[in-house]
């Protein structure tokens, strides 16, 4: 799986979308924070197929710089589809106060995308809203990071929320830096040291997947009915049984964006991806619903297709007090535990 040509990407590493409700006075603030120019890459089209193309890409990124810095690494944050929010200021804040640096990237913004649309959409093919591109922009960060004399021996760590949570999955995808993110970014990265994923969507996995041994934390609420507990329960077996390190925890009676600013609510109009659980063989050239058995062209095609015959609508989502908070002992018991040094 470490050879060039045995890289082939499954749907969920290019067009693994979330709910992508938009909530304007959510805005991310920006005082106080430092900001720097990252060099990454938009990637549009399908990989190793003809419409495949990388161009350079200036990203920007916001720098919460500790209160006591007592803790040798970084946590990168990556937003889910709705784009950036005041959530991931509240992530970046928490994590300077427990001594990180934390680093908010605005993923959609430089590719002129105001939120990624569901399913097989201009935004993701055209315009690089998906997992595979969020997940060269936090290795164009790590890079970064590294090259920084101010983070010398410091580990990296990444949090990511819906959307931006697949991005350690991607990561922890053998193959992925050594390939896919080297073709975009022109070198080749280290892998991130730990990854916690809120609310990830578990609904795809291909033939052949092999993932490192890096420590991945999923956090779903018991409830979601968009990136469900017990499909991610499945998934989990799966990431073991082919070299992965994780677990799952369980948010009691909560749902989708349980630790979001804005209040827990139903959507009727959002597109859900929850019935599209799959199974990808690039080798048959084929994606199989789990539940219908029915076979889809491993393409760009076979997966608009899949999509149009799996969504549903509507998503609970939101959190119960829209306080900063929900969640954050645990990702932040998971980093002290596998980045603090």
Request: net charge neutral.
């Amino acid at each position: 799986m470490k050879l060039m040509g045995k890289l082939v990407l499954s749907a969920a590493v290019v067009l693994t979308l979330s709910c992508a409700v938009v909530h304007a006075e959510g805005e991310f603030p920006i005082n106080g924070l430092e900001k720097v120019d990252i060099s990454s890459a938009v990637c549009t089209g399908w990989f190793r197929q003809a419409s495949w193309n990388c161009k350079p890409l200036t990203l920007p990124a916001y720098v919460a710089v500790p209160e006591d810095q007592n803790k040798k690494a970084v946590v990168i944050v990556s937003h889910g589809s709705e784009g950036m929010s005041v959530l991931q200021r509240w992530y970046i804040d928490h994590l300077a106060k427990q001594g990180y640096y934390g680093v908010a990237i605005n993923h959609w913004q430089p590719r002129g995308i105001g939120k990624a649309q569901f399913g097989y959409s201009d935004a993701s093919l055209g315009q690089g809203a998906n997992t595979v591109n969020m997940a060269i922009d936090v290795m164009a960060v790590a890079n970064w990071v590294r090259a920084d004399p101010r983070f010398k021996g410091f580990k990296v760590g990444h949090l990511g929320e819906s959307m931006g949570a697949a991005v350690g999955r991607e990561l922890n995808r053998e193959g992925f830096i050594a390939n896919l993110a080297a073709s975009a970014l022109g070198n080749v990265g280290q892998p991130l040291d730990a990854y916690a994923a809120m609310y990830m969507g578990c609904t795809e996995r291909s033939t052949r997947d092999r993932f490192l041994d890096k420590p991945m934390l999923l956090v779903n609420g018991s409830l979601d009915d968009e990136t469900t507990f017990e499909q991610c329960q499945k998934w989990l077996s799966w990431f073991k049984s082919r070299g992965g390190n994780g677990e799952l925890i369980a948010m009691p009676n909560e749902y989708h964006h349980f630790d979001s600013w804005y209040k827990l609510q139903h959507f009727t109009q959002p597109q859900n991806p929850r019935e599209c659980t799959n199974l990808a063989d690039p080798d048959k050239g084929t994606y199989t619903d789990d539940k219908t058995g029915k076979t889809y062209p491993f393409n760009s095609q076979g997966f608009a297709a899949h999509r149009k015959d799996c969504m549903v609508n509507g998503v609970t989502a939101g959190s119960r007090n829209q306080k900063p908070g929900n969640g954050f002992d645990l990702w932040t018991a998971f980093f002290n535990k596998q980045l603090a040094q």
